[in-house]
């Protein structure tokens, strides 16, 4: 039949597959990451980590800053981090500006966020390990590899090595 993989799915059908695990994966991930830090209120850490996020994506973008930061032991110092600004954070999480920069000052208070030229960092030295919590990454690990199996599972073909 045309537009059918040698496994029978449609393009159609993979999406749907896909899309389907990948949103379990997330969910499992946002649930251990509130699970581990249950003190925090859910949207500070959506924040914190879409910080993180744009933080990092020099160093991801970059193949030997990422191999050098790329293990748990590593952690991307300051000076190297993107900042972010208050503006892109809003328009990211399709959140109201206020509640972004009112989030975001509360965390500068508890020493999570500071400011740069560039815009928001999470600092290297939060007393919360953001960025650097060993057993977080390696739940999330398992999570990533467990959608990985989930995948192949389900027919669809996924690179080795994770």
């Known amino acids: 039949m045309a537009g059918k993989s040698k496994d029978g799915k449609?393009?159609?059908?993979?999406a749907r597959t896909i899309s389907r695990?990948?949103?379990a994966y997330m969910l499992c991930a946002i649930s251990?990451?509130?699970?581990?830090y249950d003190d925090f209120d859910p949207l500070d850490l959506l924040?914190?980590?879409?910080?993180?996020?744009a933080n990092v994506i020099p160093v991801m973008?970059?193949?030997?800053?990422?191999?050098?930061f790329g293990s748990v032991e590593a952690v991307e110092p300051d000076a190297i981090k993107q900042g972010v600004s208050r503006a892109a954070l809003s328009r990211f999480l399709a959140m109201p500006i206020e509640t972004v920069r009112r989030r975001a000052?509360?965390?500068k208070k508890k020493g999570i966020l500071r400011d740069t030229d560039d815009g928001l960092i999470v600092t290297e030295a939060n007393q919360f390990k953001f960025g650097n919590n060993h057993?977080?990454?390696n739940t999330n690990i398992l999570l990533v590899r467990k959608f990985l199996r989930?995948?192949?599972?389900?027919?669809i073909d996924v690179p080795r090595g994770v």
């Open 32 to 36: 251990e990451m509130f699970r581990f």
């Open 135 to 137: 057993k977080l990454q």
């Open 47 to 53: 924040i914190i980590h879409a910080v993180l996020n």
């Open 105 to 107: 000052n509360g965390l």
């Open 21 to 23: 695990h990948s949103l």
């Open 61 to 68: 973008k970059d193949p030997e800053l990422d191999r050098q």
């Open 150 to 155: 989930d995948l192949t599972e389900s027919g």
């Open 10 to 14: 449609t393009a159609t059908d993979r």
